[in-house]
Every structure is written in structure tokens, then in C-alpha cells.
């Protein structure tokens, strides 16, 4: 089955011209646009993409916002935002926000295409340079790590963590035994409490 790709931007002619671009790669499918704030949540809503690919001027400076909406309430879609510069403090505030893919946009179509299969597959597809461990005295929490931390602290089951990154759940059990490690938790809660005084979530 395709990727099905909403792209949501500013300029229809622009829209336009990336869903013909992403139409002639195979495996992706481009099934709707948006070109304001209010267009993005209906447009999600009526073609259930497996992907919204949102540019970072998007409605006026409100694409973090709008990611955030749509994993809210599209848990399924994947976000992948595309930036004019992809710095580490542009990435944390991406993923922050809840998206999968962050990609510059003077990237090469191949990048791009990557990015979007990444973010189809529930995976985080961001250049490795510029994820910024989280640390702890001496030790590095991964961005994954955080998340399962996160979710844990709220009281969710590893099931629930594992639907909601979209990760098995065995992947879960390993990044909250590692992060346990790590902090020197007793069991994935106590590493969520430290993580948490630490101010890590």
C-alpha cells in the first residue's frame, strides 16, 4: 500500500508542485493539501493520511501547534516537518511538538522521500547530529528514552507506550531498561520520578 502523504504549506502553487513531485515516487501518495490553520485537522480528518508533511511557516508560525493538534487527535498520522534550517534547538522543539521527521528544505528529494517513509513507519527520522542527549550528571538519556519516561510517569502500560510511539513493545521494554540503568531506578517508575526531578520531562 502507498504512503499517504497531506502537505500543508502556504502557497498553493507550491503545494501543487510538491504533490505532483511526490506522486511520480513510488509508494507515496499524495491524497490532499492545506493551505491555512484551519484547513490542516479537516483535511487529516477526511483523507487519513498516514503522513502530514507541514512547513515550519505554515499559518503564520503556528506549525508546532498544529502538529501537536493532529497527533492529539490523529494519534495514527505521523508529522513530518520541513524547515528552513534544521538546528538541534529547531529539532527538540519539532519533537517536542510530537513530529517524527524534521528535514531542511533545501534537502535533496531522496532526503525528503527517507523522511516521510521514516515518519510512515512510526520511526524518528531526524539527522543523527542533530538529536541532543539529554544528561544527567554523567549519564545521556536518548529522545526515545525520554518519551517512554514520559509516557511512563503519566501511568501509561508498556502497551500503551508502544501504540503511542509506535514501537514494539519490546523496543519500549529495552529503552525503559536502559534508561533505568542508567538513572539507577528501582523499577521504570523510580527512573521516571528521577528523570522527572531532574527536569527531564
Known sequence: M????????????????????????????VVGLATSC?????????HRPTVLLLGESTMAGKALRTATDVRSHHPRCGVALMVGAATPSVVDRAVAAGALGVV?????????VTTLMGVAGGCLTVDPSLLR???VGETTLSVREVDVLRLTAGGATVKEIAGELYL???????????????LGGRNRFDAARIAGEHGLL
Not at 502537505?7 to 501518495?29: I, K, M, P, S, Y
Not at 484551519?38 to 477526511?46: G, H, I, N, S
Open 2 to 29: 502507498s504512503i499517504r502523504v497531506v502537505v500543508a504549506g502556504d502557497h498553493q502553487l507550491v503545494l501543487e508542485a510538491f504533490a505532483e513531485t511526490l506522486n511520480g515516487v513510488d509508494g507515496l501518495e
Open 38 to 46: 484551519d484547513a490542516v485537522l479537516p483535511a487529516v480528518e477526511r
Open 168 to 182: 514494539a513493545a519490546g523496543t519500549v521494554r529495552n529503552l525503559t531498561s536502559a534508561a533505568i540503568k542508567k
Open 133 to 135: 542527549p539529554v544528561a
Open 104 to 112: 531542511p528544505k533545501n534537502a535533496r528529494l531522496p532526503q525528503l
